[in-house]
């Protein structure tokens, strides 16, 4: 973690000299700006897809968390305020398509940053097709279909839209946003007006346990539960990724980042405090069948209404989350983390200005994990995603020391105390983790460890070569 980042000089060098016929030849490609604060907040919100979360995720959190739900979000979402501090500081700081991995090597040496990529590649190549395969369920009101079909359909249909131009994406994701922001309204309104319980049930920490008991959930569950509460609105940080490709990154990074939290927030918390209000009794409301609730406090016109707009917020996602992913998969090739005959095809800009291969590399291995059992990696995901903050937190305390002192960048307030306080909250998360997630992620982890012995370290000049993309 101690290793020395190549000038941009020998950077550059270093890439020319790995092939006269690489697509480095003339200097590391670049993604062109063409959007603001307000399409990458649309995509970035979009990315965090608040009415699939509520549809999807959410249910689950209500099965083990029953009442406690709310405020285990909120606990969540208030941890998230000091990740995006860490992650609007070093967006700004490094304004890389590479998002993480990019922000982390430079600040806290190379193989963290490598382990940054894997975890950030192991989130975004998961999450899309477990929420893809939930389409068919909301399609349910209007036709009959298979979930792994549908799925694979919705991440072949994102992986289209995703070689489009990112400023028509903007459009098309800013449309199905309002539809998924209505859906969530529509649920906190009926939750609000049918109330069985009063606001003191948000602490009740009450759940329905087998034989019609009710259990109460403890303290340390709520903490377990706090890697999936991250998760939650985890899509915030989208805007780092595009920061390659937003006018004015200095500014507009830090913007999107803590916009897309504040709005996210209140989208998912609202509606699931309504929810756990207005549910009819602890069993309904741990059973977590929201599209239920919402006919019985309606009629089946609404919840067809609502399910639809849910089967389109899930698209909206997966088109998101394809040009997400292809940036990172992009940013890697240009960065050199894999062999030459992987690095020039995905590398390549498209037509529009999409990197084209790295797309079709996401999307279509998206696809075919729609047939695969992924129920369990809900718990990799959330071990992940924390793992991912942690260190992005590490590297945020040491963003102000050498030459990245003076860099004109957002700067956090109270810092470093936000920084070492997330450290110690979230590495505290992680030991309260199921020792099955726990060792997955490990192994995982330590397989890409002995890539980075075996492979890249070797190769250190002329390999994973973090490029910073000149911000005009």
């Known amino acids: 973690m101690t290793d020395t980042l190549p000038t941009a000089e020998a950077a550059v060098s270093e890439a020319t000299s790995d092939s006269p016929q690489s697509p480095q030849s003339q200097g590391p490609q670049q993604l062109k700006r063409s959007i603001g604060i307000v399409g990458g907040t649309l995509l970035t919100l979009s990315c965090v897809t608040p009415a699939s979360t509520l549809f999807v ?22 941890l998230c305020i000091a990740v995006a501090f860490c992650y609007s500081e070093l967006g700004t700081l490094i304004p890389s398509a590479g998002g993480e991995y990019a922000m982390v090597s430079t600040l806290a040496g190379r193989l963290a940053g490598w382990l940054v990529f894997v975890l950030s590649l192991l989130v975004v190549m998961i999450v899309p097709p477990v929420i893809a395969m939930g389409t068919a369920d909301y399609l349910a009101p209007i036709a009959h279909l298979n979930p792994s079909m549908t799925g694979a359909g919705v991440m072949l249909l994102a992986t289209l839209a995703g070689l489009l131009d990112l400023r028509a994406n903007a459009w098309i994701t800013g449309i199905f946003l309002v539809l998924e922001v209505i859906a969530a309204g529509v649920v906190a309104l009926l939750g609000f007006t049918h109330s069985q319980r009063g606001i003191g049930s948000l602490t009740s920490m009450q759940v329905a346990g087998t034989g019609g008991h009710t259990d109460t959930v403890t303290a340390m569950l709520v903490v377990s539960g706090l890697a999936i509460a991250l998760f939650v609105t985890q899509g915030f940080s989208t805007a780092v990724y595009l920061s390659e490709e937003l006018e004015n990154p200095r500014r507009n990074v830090a913007r999107t980042v803590l916009a897309t939290l504040a709005i996210s927030t209140v989208i998912i918390l609202v509606p699931v405090v309504a929810i756990t209000m207005g549910a009819n009794d602890l069993s ?32 909206n996602a997966g088109i998101v989350m394809v040009i997400q992913n292809s940036r990172v ?8 983390a894999w062999p030459h005959p992987v690095n020039t095809p995905f590398s390549k800009l498209g037509r529009f200005g999409s990197p084209w291969v790295a797309t079709l590399a996401v999307g279509i291995p998206g696809a075919i994990l729609c047939f695969v059992n992924l129920d369990t990696l809900y718990g990799v995901t959330g071990v992940s995603v924390t793992g991912m903050y942690l260190l992005v937190a ?34 505290y998360i992680l030991t309260q983790q199921e020792t099955t997630y726990l060792l997955w992620t490990g192994g995982i982890v330590t397989a890409a460890t ?7 370290r070797p190769r250190r000049e002329t390999r994973w070569l973090i490029s910073l993309p000149e911000e005009a």
């Open 57 to 78: 995720i959410v249910p689950d959190l209500f099965g083990t968390l029953g009442t406690a739900t709310a405020l285990t979000i909120a606990i969540g979402s208030v």
């Open 284 to 315: 309904t409301l741990t059973g977590g069948d929201i599209s239920t609730m919402v006919t019985a406090w309606s009629n089946s016109a609404v919840g067809t209404f609502v399910s639809l707009c849910v089967a389109l917020a899930i698209i």
């Open 329 to 336: 998969l992009f940013a890697s090739a240009r960065d050199k």
């Open 394 to 427: 590490v590297a945020a305390l040491l963003s102000r020391r050498g030459p990245h002192r003076h860099t004109h960048a957002w700067r956090m307030p109270l810092w470093p105390s936000i920084p070492l306080l997330l450290i110690a909250v979230l590495a």
């Open 450 to 456: 002995l890539y980075w012995v075996l492979y890249l």
